[in-house]
């Protein structure tokens, strides 16, 4: 009961904070959409109390999320000193309510008739009819300008976010939050296999149909409380063993450092790429870019602050920044010792 208060004092705190950005966002004329836990709860997916969440995402123009943000300061939010990534811009917080950030694309989705695109952003959802009325928050709250994705959309983002942008690294983000949102989102219902087709278009590349479908399966399984979860054969059970030994198994996680090093899923042919493996459930997904290799030896320096502490002189900043390979390099040995390791014993016993 008490973990059920706190989530439902937290949701009444994220639906004022919703409120708050969405009259900034009405008060300059900025459309916006919801998403993660607040787009849950604005398609009706989630009810109130039913988890708990740190923060609250919107989705805004590329040109106009730059004008919320100054909008959001000159209200009393201020900088969190978290950096500002590709796809969304540095974070915000209110002084009481939470923080939020404010995305300006979803990375690993792609509009349907462009399945070569990486990225789908506000506008694309406009022109293809994806966006529906947002049913949260209630009260005063300007409704012209707050929308919500699809269920289709909001089910594809909750599959790459959590299986694409995280799955090689399940400490950056609860991997079976993900998992909640795919079945609060219905893919573990009997309407799974629609949904999903529905869902395929808005994927591309970023996700192969037997990688999405394993998904499904597995919530489907723990929809139905069957232990095959995570003892089965199926890519479902191996899908569920993945994610359990990510976050128990510390040598596994270390391990998953090295997919990052694969393949792009997806490629073709004759390329080398892993696809799905059902032995140790290891989930080859993800889209290699020198992007990611370029920011992962020099990145911002927000970030470069906030992995390895400020620097007090120009030398302090050329110090960390030459020592940021090495950083790298030390910790490919260590995912390759845990995967050799691994190697040599079971997977966790589930």
Partial sequence: MSARRAAAARDAQLEALTAEVARAAAAIEVPLALLKYAGLRAAGALVAGGRLASDVDVL???????????????????????????????????????????????????????????????????????????????????????????????????????????????????????????????????????????????????????????????????????????????DGAALGRHLLAGVLDPHYRRSLRLGQLRPAAGAGPGTGGEGFKTGRGIFWTGRRRLGTVRRALVPPRAELAALYGPWHSRWGLIGRRLARPFDLLLRAVSAVASHLLGRWRHPPEV
């Fill in 60 to 234: 805004a123009r590329p040109s106009d999320a730059p004008v919320l943000r100054d909008a959001l300061l000159e209200r009393g939010f201020a900088a969190t000193g978290l950096p500002a990534w590709e796809h969304h811009l540095a974070g915000l917080a209110h002084p009481r309510l939470g923080a939020v950030e404010i995305h300006v694309r979803l990375p690993g989705l792609a509009a349907p008739g462009r399945p070569s695109a990486v990225s789908v952003t506000l506008d694309d959802l406009a022109a293809r009819g994806a966006l529906d009325p947002a049913r949260w928050p209630a009260g005063d709250v300007p409704g012209s300008t707050v929308a919500v994705p699809s269920r289709p959309v909001l089910l594809a983002h909750a599959l790459v976010h959590a299986l694409v942008q995280h799955g090689w690294a399940p400490g950056s983000y609860p991997p079976w939050r993900g998992v909640s949102d795919w079945i609060d989102l219905g893919l573990g219902g009997p309407e799974g296999e629609d949904l999903l087709a529905a869902v395929a278009p808005w994927l591309g590349a970023a996700l192969r149909p037997a990688e999405a479908d394993a998904a499904r399966q597995l919530a489907v399984l723990l929809v139905s409380g069957r232990p095959e979860a995570l003892t089965g054969e199926g």
